[in-house]
């Protein structure tokens, strides 16, 4: 019934750009905090960006700030990450998670899958493959 799912990925060359989304059904996102999140093999699931339900305001991860960016079309029940100048490093699994709590907090905590040793957010989506190469 609740379910994210992720599209948008692909195959690109370094320099490149994507555009990753994020659409809910079961639920409506205008007043869910939503990050996207990538996981690279071997390494640990990273917070790339989110999108306050509070005031609308937008956190990066440094290793993409300036270079992506997180928007809403509410119209669309949808998050989107546009991703331009792509790098090999950029490559990754990307997740968005939605979290429809109360919590008021900024990037400390919803850069992070968990804090104080509970899920900071409520609903995840499956995963969508990018991966840049030349």
């Known amino acids: 019934q609740v379910q994210l799912v992720e599209s948008g990925g692909g195959l690109v060359q370094p320099g490149g750009s994507l555009r990753l989304s994020c659409t809910a059904s079961g639920f409506t996102l205008d007043r869910y905090t939503v990050g996207w999140f990538r996981q690279a093999p071997g390494k640990e699931r990273e917070g790339v960006s989110y999108?306050?339900?509070?005031?609308?305001?937008?956190h990066y991860a440094d290793s993409v700030k300036g270079r992506f960016t997180i928007s809403r079309d509410n119209a669309k029940n949808t998050v989107y990450l546009q991703m331009n100048s792509l790098k090999p490093e950029d490559t990754a699994v990307y997740y968005c998670?939605?979290?429809?709590?109360?919590?008021?907090?900024?990037?400390?905590?919803?850069?992070?899958?968990?804090?104080?040793?509970?899920?900071?957010?409520?609903?995840w989506g499956q995963g969508t493959q990018v991966t840049v190469s030349s």
């Open positions: 998670a939605a979290q429809g709590g109360t919590v008021v907090a900024g990037p400390w905590f919803f850069l992070k899958t968990s804090y104080g040793g509970k899920d900071v957010y409520d609903h």
């Open positions: 999108i306050d339900s509070h005031d609308g305001s937008t």
